[in-house]
């Protein structure tokens, strides 16, 4: 036995000697990787030296030296993104080339394949060209900083470029101007759902025996009405009333954003008789799909024109959200309708013909090969319409909504060889004053946004990126799958710029937007029937008027307000009969949970804090409520409908054009009323709340349900690992809140915080330095690095970090100066 003991403590010595040494030889791999930002190089591509001063938050503030020019200093700004976010950079790359598969398998080969029939990087490889002498001399500069990284890490042995690339190994194609109009591209992809919800809008027509009953559950934004649609079927006669599961691609990786996700923001502005110090001031942030790292990366350029300082996305060589010494500037998600689907009718002689005005015409086709790893590659066949590219009908459910002999084709702006998107992004870098910045808009087609801008004496809103012309006759105002053939339903070219939405220098002195509907005009100038805020807004509306004068810390505030103006409308009417109408109960029986829970949300102030119990308690009855309301009516399609549509509930209780039809179940005898059903859905939320977090309602906290889940997307799943990659944070605000943290609505963490302000930033002209911004990760992008997820507990608590264009209090506390000579 003794003999046995000890060969097994040999045995167990031994193995843990190799778990060690194994552990320090992959932390060795790992960490050769971690960028040098300390030093002196020589790269090919630089014509006058470079200095990237990195500051105490490793934000780079890049320079050029005398003699050198802008292209100077792209070429730092694409050497400092190809540093800290290479990895990142090579995988939007992949997305929107359709490559992916190359590298990941069969997991995304339905994400190659939608993005292969967008066709987007041959489109963007056709735009370069369309961009302006100096924007095209930007992107080769970007390119050739982004490569002389790439060389460094061939000729240095530096870990392949990324801890990822060990287990990912793929080559890495050097970097091109096309690569960054690409991913603008894809970035309009993440921002727009508008055929998401055409596709939805259709099968619910399909499956609803009351059309009457459509507004409600897919509402309109308040505002004047719009004249009746058509029914679907009168459109397309022969399609059966059902609703099965739409397919999207699952994987973290894919870019077509869930509806109600597609991409939201806020930005507003003062004047300076709105402001205390007398200068203008701006606030915005942008709310996209939370990862780690975040999609934003914090950057300072030092142009001819002067410094600018803000958000840039890795990829793109431009300050997308920041200011410079003159002028600041935001965006919010415009929800211009640039999506149009299109049923194609096929030729019954031969499917490769389609029907147009003037009669069947060819369809243009070419074949596409998907490489994937470990399996046969797969060969797709793409066609293009006159109207655009023919999509496959497990996109969206479009094969529910398709009649047999067509398929469906979408338009959308994006989808334009002659986008100079880039050279607006550049130019407005370069702009001294709002005129400046407006007149620069008209160069984008998309993705759409709501420019907000701020110089020193002015503000506006300038609604910029393509938006298509309809004809008055089209069947549906594009708000269903159209037919393809009939002329006065296709596109008639682009709207003219001047008529895209436009406010300067309210009388109230102050602007801004979160995703609200702007105006109403009639089609075919209505720029959108879906908005992506109807709630927000109210509560904007209410922090800007009760001030005669603001600061950049009362805007601060309200970048960080988390009280739901929804919670404040919809719970005195889905509780209307229910507050202090109960029966004593004894303790721990499901009536005094309720009675706790009744009690709890009446003397609630609507906050969405993160330590609260009643955000969650609030936020389960209104999930219920929702389910309970449309799941006899909808039946399998329900699931779509995972996050609460404030307005539905809002025309249900208020019993607006019938609406309190949807509180009756039809398949039961009894007539149900809406306060049963509030009951019931408050009984179901407290049970699921009790078997996931125990019956003391008292103790609930928000946050422990709405945790930020800032998640690698790759390694976000694998066991041990995704401890290291994933950031998780308890947050406040919610679905409707200034603070936005939208919840998933699904799976078992139904109220996890997805969808989130990436960036902050606030701007205050009076005293420019003084302006402050913050990611909700960190700088680099690879995992062992101290600027991975610094500023994550910045974000979370509300706090920021100075936005300065001081050159030396950069350098005061720089953690680092890279100085780049020619070779």
Not at 535 to 555: A, E, I, P
Not at 560 to 567: C, E, F, G, N, P
Request: charged content about 20%.
């Amino acid at each position: 036995m003794g003999l046995l003991f000890r060969w097994l403590m040999r045995v167990a010595a031994a193995l843990i000697l190799m778990l060690v040494l194994g552990t320090g030889l992959i932390y060795f791999l790992a960490s050769q990787s971690l960028p040098e930002y300390d030093k002196d190089i020589a790269l090919p591509g630089v014509s006058a030296p470079v200095e990237i001063v990195r500051d105490n938050a490793n934000v780079p503030h890049i320079f050029g030296s005398f003699g050198a020019s802008d292209e100077d200093v792209f070429f730092g700004l694409g050497y400092a993104h190809a540093q800290d976010r290479l990895w990142q950079m090579t995988v939007l790359r992949r997305t929107v080339q359709g490559r992916l598969s190359e590298v990941f398998g069969n997991r995304t080969v339905d994400v190659d394949s939608f993005l292969r029939r967008l066709d987007l990087y041959r489109l963007a490889q056709q735009s370069v060209s369309e961009q302006d002498a100096g924007t095209q001399a930007a992107l080769l500069a970007y390119s050739a900083g982004v490569n002389a990284r790439l060389g460094e890490i061939n000729d240095s042995a530096l870990g392949r470029g990324a801890p990822e690339m060990f287990l990912f190994n793929a080559p890495i194609a050097p970097w091109q101007p096309a690569d960054s109009i690409a991913l603008m591209k894809l970035l309009a992809l993440k921002q727009s759902d508008q055929m998401q919800n055409e596709v939805l809008r259709a099968r619910v027509t399909l499956i609803l025996d009351d059309a009457a009953r459509l507004i409600d559950i897919l509402p309109d934004a308040p505002g004047n009405g719009v004249t009746a649609l058509p029914e679907y079927t009168e459109l397309f006669p022969g399609l059966k009333r059902y609703a099965e599961a739409a397919d999207m691609p699952s994987t973290a990786l894919s870019p077509f954003p869930n509806r109600g996700s597609a991409g939201a923001s806020n930005v507003w502005a003062a004047m300076p008789n709105r402001s205390a110090a007398g200068g203008t001031l701006l606030a915005n942030d942008p709310h996209m799909e939370l990862s780690a790292p975040t999609l934003w990366y914090l950057a300072r350029l030092e142009l001819a024109t002067g410094g600018v300082i803000g958000a840039t996305m890795p990829g793109i060589p431009a300050i997308i959200a920041g200011r410079s010494e003159n002028m600041g500037w935001g965006t919010t998600a415009s929800y211009v309708d640039d999506q149009d689907l299109f049923i194609e009718k096929l030729n019954p002689e031969n499917h490769e013909e389609y029907l147009t005005p003037s009669g069947y015409k060819r369809f243009k086709s070419r074949p596409s090969i998907i490489q994937i790893k470990n399996a046969k590659p797969l060969t797709l066949t793409l066609r293009w319409s006159e109207n655009g590219p023919v999509m496959p009908g497990s996109m969206n459910g479009l094969s529910t909504v398709t009649p047999p002999g067509h398929v469906a084709s979408l338009s959308w702006t994006a989808l334009s060889p002659v986008d100079t998107s880039m050279t607006a992004a550049i130019n407005l870098m370069r702009s001294q004053t709002v005129q400046d910045a407006i007149a620069t808009g008209e160069h984008y087609i998309a993705p759409s946004q709501n420019l907000v801008l701020a110089d020193q004496t002015s503000i506006a809103l300038k609604t910029v990126g393509a938006i298509p012309q309809r004809d008055a006759r089209n069947q549906n105002q594009g708000r269903l799958p159209n037919q393809g053939w009939r002329r006065e339903n296709r596109w008639q070219g682009r709207a003219p710029y001047a008529a895209n939405p436009q406010f300067i220098n309210p009388r109230g002195g102050i602007l801004g937007n979160t995703n609200n509907k702007l105006l109403q005009r009639p089609f075919p100038n209505h720029v959108s029937y879906n908005w992506g805020d109807t709630q927000r807004v109210r509560r904007w509306q209410k922090l800007m008027q009760t001030r005669q004068v603001h600061t950049r810390d009362s805007f601060i505030e309200a970048q960080l307000d988390a009280v739901s103006y929804t919670a404040r409308t919809i719970l005195p009417l889905i509780g209307a009969d229910l507050w202090y109408t109960s029966s004593a109960a004894p303790d721990g029986s499901p009536e005094q949970q309720r009675q706790v829970a009744l009690r709890l949300l009446s003397e609630w102030n609507g906050e969405m804090n993160e330590h609260l119990p009643e955000p969650l308690i609030y936020a389960a009855w209104l999930s219920a409520l929702q389910k309970r309301l449309i799941i006899d009516e909808l039946g399998p399609m329900a699931g779509e409908f995972y996050q609460v549509e404030p307005l539905f509930i809002e025309r249900v209780y208020r019993n607006v054009d019938g609406a309190a039809a949807w509180c009756d179940v039809r398949q039961s005898a009894p007539v149900e009323t809406c306060t049963g059903v509030a009951q019931l859905a408050l009984d179901d939320a407290l049970v699921w709340i009790t078997e996931r977090y125990g019956p003391a309602l008292e103790a609930l906290r928000w946050g422990d349900a709405h945790q930020a889940t800032q998640d690698h997307e790759i390694l976000g799943d694998v066991p041990l690992l995704r401890f290291f990659v994933n950031i998780r944070q308890s947050t406040s605000g919610g679905d409707n809140t200034l603070q936005r943290g939208l919840s998933s609505g699904e799976g078992p963490n139904p109220f996890e915080n997805v969808h989130a302000a990436g960036y902050r930033g606030v701007y205050d002209f009076s005293d420019p330095d003084s302006s402050v911004f913050i990611t909700s990760t960190g700088q680099s992008g690879h995992f062992l690095s101290r600027y991975y997820d610094d500023m994550a507990q910045l974000w979370r608590r509300g706090e920021y970090i100075p936005m300065s264009l001081d050159t030396e209090l950069a350098r005061a506390a720089a953690v680092g100066i890279t100085r780049i000579q020619p070779r």
